[in-house]
């Protein structure tokens, strides 16, 4: 045995130790941001449970991340320790099937996994002694499954790509072809806007300093303003509703060719114009006149998309795994009188960009790198305070255009979300065979109503719709 392995034994009993990464470390550090992806998958037919096993084994010999545990060392710091056996029955839960008398209990399928997925979101954090994953058969009538994973083995993207590796695809086209994403020829990283000239330069830093300073002081103290939906210390423990949204990508994709935008800049501008209609329908006091709230957007830094991770996962090569997305607080305006409703995808897009244009996701994420071994405590109570301080977390993530099969059965809906965070409202979007799936996951006692909003956001896309393919020009 050589010296590394001999060492990662001693201290973890596992095969060999690697370091956890800064934004890992925040989520295993933090109690309350103790974080856990749950992606709950529907399928056409009930859920061969042999088949889940095999996807899973097939998983767990392909990324080590799953066979591993956190352990800290004697200095304090935090390593991965893979275990040398695992079995994938301790990680699968079978739900029994439901009583006939509860049938009743729940519309439809979609009624139950929401409910299910909103129950879970605020169970007690998961145990270190074996690796932070689960998988969730639901009833066989349901003919679903939800897998939950801590947020410290990775983000959403590498999570996807691990479960495409999985599947099989029920059209002619290749998975890998699917999630191809077409670039402009001399395009560079999504983060990385190069600036050219003295003054650009200059002008970039004064936006990056003004960020910075933007994200400290909403660790601090609240800089927006106080609506009927911001979130709070202790709403972490508030019981959750889902509701959930589906919309046609060629609808996103209309508003989007008409403006130049991106699907992203079409997904926080409806968000957006929809939030400004449930303020008007639901705030009973005065509310400021066109309010500025916090919204977190979660960026993926990778260089690679979903495409090159599946790739390096069917060949077995070695692949960058875990976190590479950082949340970057964005300052949004609900301006409730506009004759344009396109103009709050203007507003987004306009605030993006300069964004990108700082590098601010790219930067945040090495000043949350460098500062993690130093002040690691106060990093992860900086990032809980600013969580308190916002009003809406969002993230996209740009899923397969082909239907899928696990072992002969289609998927026909792919969902995500998280653990309850202090955030009231939390809205994720996955993209999946030319549709487009919104979950909102809400505190109930904050918003007791998700189903309202979501027919807002839907109103808020077909007006824009409208407006985009009935409008003579544009800008």
Known sequence: MDMQRRRAVEEGNGLYSKPVSPLA???????????????FITFQNPVDVAAVKAAMTTSLRNCPLLRSIPVTKRCGRLRWNEL?????????????????????????????????????????????????????????????LVLRVHHS??????????????????????????????????????????????????????????????????????????????????????????????????????????????INDVFMGITAYGLVKYLKLKSTEEMVKDPVITVVNAVNLREQGTMELL??????????????????????????????????????????????????ALNSYRLLFGSCYFVEKLQALHYYKGCCHTSLLLSNIRGPTSLLALHGNLVTKIGVTTSSLPTALEIHMI?????????????????????????????????????????????
């Open 311 to 360: 790739k390096s996962i069917r060949g077995g090569e070695n692949i960058k795994w875990g976190n590479k997305a950082l949340g970057v607080c964005m300052p949004v305006r609900l301006v409730r009188k506009t004759t344009d409703p396109l103009q709050y995808v203007r507003d987004v897009r306009s605030t993006f960009n300069k964004k990108k244009s700082s590098n601010d």
């Open 25 to 39: 470390r925040i989520f295993l550090r933090q109690p309350k941001l103790d974080l856990v992806i749950n992606s």
């Open 431 to 475: 993209s999946y065979n030319g549709k487009a799936f919104l979950q909102f996951l809400v505190a109930s006692e904050i918003i007791p109503d998700p189903e309202l909003l979501c027919s807002l956001v839907s109103e808020a896309l077909r007006e824009m719709k409208v407006a985009a393919l009935g409008a003579v020009a544009i800008e």
């Open 153 to 262: 083995l990775g983000d959403c993207v590498s999570l996807l790509a691990l479960f495409l590796a999985s599947c099989d695809s029920a059209d002619d086209v290749d998975i890998v072809d699917s999630c191809r994403v077409v670039k402009k020829q001399g395009a560079k990283h999504a983060l990385v806007k190069p600036s050219l000239g003295l003054c650009m330069r200059i002008r970039d830093a004064w936006r990056m300093l003004r960020i910075v300073l933007f994200a400290a002081r909403s660790g601090i103290y609240r800089i927006e303003d106080k609506t009927i939906i911001a979130g709070g210390v202790g709403v972490e423990r508030m019981p959750r509703k889902l509701a959930t949204l589906t919309l046609t990508m060629d609808d996103m994709i209309a508003v989007k060719n008409k403006l130049g935008a991106k």
């Open 84 to 144: 040398p056996n695992i079995n994938v029955n301790d990680h699968i839960i079978i739900l029994p099937e439901e009583q006939e008398h509860r049938l009743e209990d729940y519309q439809d399928d979609e009624s139950y996994v929401n409910s299910y997925v909103a129950g879970i979101a605020t169970w007690p954090e998961m145990r270190r002694d074996k690796p932070l994953w689960e998988v969730h058969v639901l009833p066989r009538r349901r003919r679903s």
